[in-house]
């Protein structure tokens, strides 16, 4: 096959289903162009991401393709210059074939709040794809793009993964470079790969990963070769399950599927221990503060001078107020404001300083878990994917989504989400979490689940 064909067959794929679910927001008209160019060129490669088409949230920047972070504020921002891991893969050869849906300036867990148009499931159509990566996982899912970036705050990557039905992987923090990812809360965010296959998520992150200069969180470390995790069997090692992540919230159907896959996990000579890590309740609180605080911070760019929207107005005040009065949606006010709010003099210590001395304290007990064992296991959300509008009115039920996948961004560890079989036809997600840059061990236990 050729580049051309490849791209072609992607193209033809999003015309026939994308109606139906709303993935993409802008497609990359010179995508034929350029694999017109790489066919022409017969440059052949071994890279394995040579001539795939891949899709890029649209929160992460493309040179010359607008990027709008589902934002009405941003609607006609066309950005300068390429983020780190899209110039990453262009080099291996990969062909962006557009950029995807998100909750605006991800923020959400449904994609609904998207300024132009909800993602819908290709499980089922009438629920969510999950957020606020649901463009990226639902394309996946849906075979329009073979791989995605979708990036990961408090669940971003792995919950959408995991209502569709594919693998997601949030890395260790540091490990992937944030330059050209919009920020919403730089000491949480982190992009990572979304696929089919957890081979294919192991190539991804091979190329994305590594230390960038760009980006002064970006860890200087060796990055080793995935793929070379993938066939090593389990016998012996140790997981964790926190009791705290089978509690009552957990539905039924999921609950079953976990059980299934830790039967799994010990029929392939594992053993899985039940633990507590008492400080994961206070998760869901402390990161909605910091989330809150750092995006308050991070979106006090958008005053309508320097990026995009720029409304009517007399006075430079009045540009201001009325750009993101006009610009910003409710979700993204409600963050503002709660932020604003816990930043402010006289509150700092209350709410801002309290919840960092939560993040260090569940950094120090996921630290005890890893002396004994080599990863945790758990759901990666609560439920399968619910309807659309189900939760729309209710910020603390959307909330609760991410209650599993949070511990894991205030902590700064990486974590996957696996298909772990399905409740009523629905896909249930496993998570496993790992230590610091021991993605490895992530990929080899998640291969065996396929
Ligand atoms: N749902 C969470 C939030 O709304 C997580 C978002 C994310 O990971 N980007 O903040």
Redesign the pocket.
Known sequence: VTVTDLVKESFDRIEATDDKIGAFLTLNEDAFEQAKRMDELAKTSDDPLFGMPIGVKDNIVTKGMRTTCASTFLENFVPAHDATVVERLHDAGAVTIGKLNMDEF????SNENSAFKPVRNPWDPTRVPG??SGGSAASVAAGQVLFSLG??????IRQPAAYCGVVGMKPTYGLVSRFGLVA?ASSLDQIGPLTRTVEDNAYLLNTIAGHCDMDSTSAEVEVPDYTAALNQDLTGMKFALPEEFMAEGVAPGVREQIEKAIETLKSLGATIETVSIPSVKYALSAYYLL?SSEASSNLARFDGIRYGRRAEADTLDEVFTYSREQGFGDEVKRRIMLGTYALSSGYYDAFYKKAQQVRTLMKQDFAKVFEEYDAIVGPTAPTTAFKLGEQLDDPLTMYA??IMTIPVNLVGIPAISVPAGLSEGLPVGLQIIGNYFDESTLYRVAHAFE
Do not use: E, L
């Not at 991800?106 to 867990?109: I, L």
């Not at 990036?151 to 971003?156: K, N, Q």
């Open positions: 991800a923020m959400g867990s957020g606020s990036s990961d705050t408090g669940g971003s919403f989330a989504n991410d």
